[in-house]
């Protein structure tokens, strides 16, 4: 099969890639000569000549057009001179003469593959052949009253609905087409009637839709090329070229700004299915793409004035500006909406050190701007919600379907879209009551940080021009035709959400990137924070009188107290790794080996150790080793608390020695009086100063340091024993 089949030749299984463009025929109501060289020689010529020339195509073929009409190549060489911009320039009014009458023509010409393509239309007048033909014109005062009255109508329209429903007004009463439409393309290319202005014995056609597939690229591509088409008379049989192929073109001509081109066989058999006769086409062109059409149709032959022509081609290009103007407008307000909502973010980041409350603190204003039924969000491992939802458990499963589409690729322009997750993922068709469609952006190049708006199901009923599902059978023109049936043909859509849609898009998109960058900012601000936080942590560390070591979960050192080098004997080290302080800690291997164990059990351990043991004796210590457990269940780092054994010895010998005074003092013979029955009475003055002692030894036991215990100690025992030597010295004075 031909992958690209000629003009006429294409079916519905390959009429996308059919050459249109190389036609071959014109609409029999003007005719078409190509011309060559200086002297305009004709050199192709359209078969109907005769009929509106008054010449025969072969009697004009290899003759200059001056012996068609002297005047004619005269004003072809005037009015258009060269180069020629593209497309076409506007026709030009020209006489000529036609079997002795002077008839009046409209030319157009414009360049094409080395040749001037020159296009003639006879302008309608009494009791002309092309009388036959109705006419669509108005008085030139007529015409600029309504063109004036349709502008400041357009212009006034504040909304792509109201500017539509305008259009197709101003047009019906511009041209008395029967019907006008307008249709607008979604992102897939299927059309939708979304205003009509009709003659009211015609059955509405609004809010019907139609395919992609009913207008192929190629007819796309063209109608970006000619804002204007139209169609005389659906009936009329074409005028072939001849010769089709002409060498000095280097085949055939390209007819992709030719005003008269015939129209594909397809297409033609799809407007008699729907009883049409005669069209007008204007593109409405955005941001360089066919945003949509309007379409005139009419149910008998009809032809447009070259001035309405010229006012309709004005009237395509203010409306296509005014509907850049209305959707670049609501862009506008979707940023503003952006802006105010960062803004809240960022107050709420000061003022209370999380943004993800208040972006969920008032559901509305993140679910409303995108007509959303729910939201969740995802990130840092923690999830919120808003709306309606489906449970925890089915939420993460649609999550990480999600996520698994972003890591693939699946984002567009950095967003995620999709209207039916029961069709695109069937395992997860359960969730479709409460996320039947999709709208997510990823926030940050973390795997799995996404912000996600969800669309409950909705029982969509869209009306098709036909049934889109029916079959193609057979080789019968008839059959092949795009639709043969164009009554209303419902089509209920299950288990999809309304289509998002470009407005809601592009805030979703907006608004991922904006809360992108605040989360760059809050990480910032935390990182500063985390920053003055750890220096001032380091500063109170440091001036802790414990000989401390701290290590990170890969026991790196991250802080070595002065105390831990001041117990050793050895000067301040700096250090990252343990074996850096050998010299200070002593057995380095030992030590990595206990910690290694003591990560894996999750504990904490106590044992004596000796520091620094290199050489000489070393220090006796008490060492208590803490594992630090993290949020993720791993190990955040260990601290290491090292006491001076030296400090718990003293103290316990100055608590021996101060205990055993006090039972020695309660001891002694003379510090009892005598008693009838041969006993003694316990001095009251030495018992209250041994119970003095006694509770001045349990207050500095509870002192902490026991460096500074076995000291304290140490002085109240002193201050015990010279307390009992003066009183006895005092009571034997006595």
């Not at 009253?145 to 500017?163: D, I, K, M, W, Y």
């Not at 105010?340 to 208040?358: C, K, N, P, V």
């Not at 649609?398 to 996520?403: D, F, N, T």
């Not at 215990?709 to 006595?734: F, H, I, M, N, P």
Request: charged share 20%; hydrophobic share 45%; glycine share 8%.
């Amino acid at each position: 099969m031909n992958e690209e089949p000629a003009f006429g030749d294409a079916d519905l299984s390959n009429c996308e890639r059919e050459l249109i463009h190389l036609a071959g025929c014109i609409q029999p109501h003007g005719v078409l000569l190509t011309l060559h060289g200086p002297a305009l020689r004709i050199v192709q010529a359209s078969g109907n000549t005769a009929a509106l020339l008054g010449r025969p195509f072969d009697a004009l073929l290899g003759q200059p057009l001056a012996a068609l009409d002297a005047g004619l190549a005269d004003a072809v060489n005037t009015a258009f001179p060269e180069p020629l911009p593209e497309p076409a320039t506007l026709p030009q009014a020209c006489a000529l003469a036609v079997n002795g009458r002077e008839l009046p023509f409209l030319a157009t010409v414009h360049d094409r593959q080395g040749c001037r393509v020159l296009e003639l239309e006879p302008r309608p007048a009494a009791g002309d052949t092309a009388a036959a033909i109705e006419c669509a014109e108005l008085p030139p005062d007529l015409l600029m009253q309504h063109l004036g009255e349709s502008v400041a109508r357009l212009s006034a329209a504040t909304s792509v609905g109201t500017l539509c429903d305008a259009v197709v007004r101003r047009l019906r009463d511009l041209t008395g087409y029967d019907r006008v439409m307008v249709y607008r393309f979604d992102p897939d290319g299927h059309g939708k009637v979304v205003a009509e202005a009709r003659d009211p014995r015609l059955e509405s056609l609004m809010g019907h839709h139609y395919p992609a597939s009913d207008i192929p690229q190629r007819a796309r591509d063209l109608y970006l090329l000619n804002r204007v088409r139209v169609l005389v008379d659906v009936n009329a049989t074409a005028a072939d070229l001849v010769p089709r192929a002409v060498p000095e073109l280097g085949g055939e001509l390209d007819m992709s700004h030719c005003r008269l081109r015939s129209m594909s066989p397809l297409h033609l058999q799809y407007l008699r299915n729907m009883g049409v006769t005669a069209t007008l086409v204007v593109s409405l062109v955005r941001d360089g793409g066919l945003w949509g059409l309007v379409a005139c149709h009419h149910y008998q032959p009809r032809r447009l004035s070259a001035p309405l022509w010229a006012a309709i081609e004005l009237l395509g290009e203010l409306v296509a500006t005014r509907i850049t103007a209305i959707e670049s407008y609501a862009h506008a307000q979707v940023a503003i909406q952006v802006r105010r909502l960062e803004q809240r973010l960022i107050e709420a980041t000061s003022s209370e050190g999380d943004w993800r409350m208040a972006l969920f603190r008032n559901p509305a204003a993140l679910l409303q701007p995108v007509d959303a039924d729910g939201a969740a969000l995802y990130c840092d491992g923690e999830m919120l919600t808003a709306g309606e939802v489906p449970s925890t458990p089915e939420l993460r499963r649609l999550l990480q379907w999600v996520q698994e589409r972003v890591a693939h690729g699946g984002c567009d322009d950095g967003l995620f879209s999709c209207t039916s997750v029961a069709r695109a993922a069937p395992e997860l068709a359960s969730l479709t009551p409460h996320a039947a469609g999709v709208l997510a952006v990823p926030l940050s190049a973390s795997p799995g940080d996404l912000l996600v708006w969800l669309r409950k199901e909705q029982l969509q009923s869209i009306t098709w021009a036909g049934d889109p599902h029916k079959p193609v059978v057979g080789n019968d023109p008839l059959t092949l035709s795009p639709r043969r049936s164009f009554a209303a043909w419902s089509e209920i859509v299950r288990d999809t959400a309304r289509p998002w849609s470009e407005g809601e898009k592009a805030l979703a998109r907006a608004f991922g990137r904006s809360l992108a960058d605040i989360i760059v900012q809050v990480n910032c601000v935390r990182l500063l924070i985390a920053e003055q936080q750890l220096r001032q942590t380091r500063g109170r560390v440091a001036e802790v009188s414990k000989a401390l070591l701290l290590l990170d979960d890969r026991l790196q050192v991250l802080f070595a107290s002065p105390s831990l080098f001041e117990m050793a004997g050895h000067a301040p080290l700096p250090a990252r790794h343990l074996h850096e302080l050998a010299p200070v800690l002593g057995d380095v291997p030992q030590l990595l080996a206990h910690l290694q164990r003591l990560a894996v059990e999750r504990r904490a351990h106590s044992q004596g150790w000796r520091l620094g043991a290199g050489s000489g004796p070393g220090v006796e210590v008490s060492l208590r080793i803490e594992v630090v457990p993290g949020r993720d269940g791993g190990v955040l780092g260990h601290f290491l608390v090292f006491d001076d054994l030296g400090d718990a010895r003293r103290a316990s010998d100055a608590r021996e020695r101060l205990n055993a005074l006090l039972e020695r003092s309660l001891q002694r013979p003379g510090d009892a009086a005598p008693t009838p029955d041969g006993g003694g009475v316990p001095d009251p003055l030495l018992g209250a100063m041994l119970a003095s002692a006694h509770m001045a030894a349990m207050d500095v036991a509870d002192a902490g340091s026991l460096a500074i215990v076995g000291r304290l100690l140490e002085e109240v025992d002193a201050s015990t024993r010279r307390a009992t030597q003066l009183y006895d010295r005092l009571r034997r004075l006595g």
